[in-house]
């Protein structure tokens, strides 16, 4: 069984920050349970271009507010408390936060846990492990 605390999990390597956003990894690929799972804060007034070309992603909206667009279509999207969208055709998209805002995000394949975001918005296979 792997249990975490958010609060003690921010105040570790399992905290990444970058630029309009900040994660929170409280699984990784070698906590070997085939996806993870973060807690991802974008700032008010980011706007995050986005591709994850690597990475299947589903998000979960806690709170905040703003939108998602859909590169392919056009289309936009509120997100709001309780609206959760995925990622499932590797979607190029721009996020945008009116408000900030708490995600809960799981990844297929598990990410590391030090990755960024790359040039084309999406984060590399092979990067480095975070340790505990």
Request: hydrophobic share 35%; charged share 25%.
């Amino acid at each position: 069984m792997i249990v975490r605390k958010l609060q003690e999990a921010e105040k570790s390597g399992r905290k990444i920050n970058s630029n309009g956003w900040d994660s929170t990894r409280l699984l990784l690929k070698n906590d070997g349970m085939g996806f993870s799972f973060h807690i991802t804060t974008i700032y008010k007034g980011a706007e995050l271009h986005l591709h994850y070309q690597n990475h299947l992603e589903s998000v979960y909206c806690i709170s905040g507010k703003g939108s998602i667009e859909d590169l392919a279509t056009g289309e936009i999207h509120a997100i709001s408390p309780g609206v959760m969208y995925a990622l499932n055709l590797h979607d190029k998209h721009i996020l945008r936060a009116e408000e900030e805002m708490k995600m809960a995000c799981v990844f297929n394949p598990p990410l590391h846990g030090k990755e960024v975001h790359n040039d084309s918005g999406a984060y590399e296979l092979d990067a480095e492990s975070v340790s505990d």
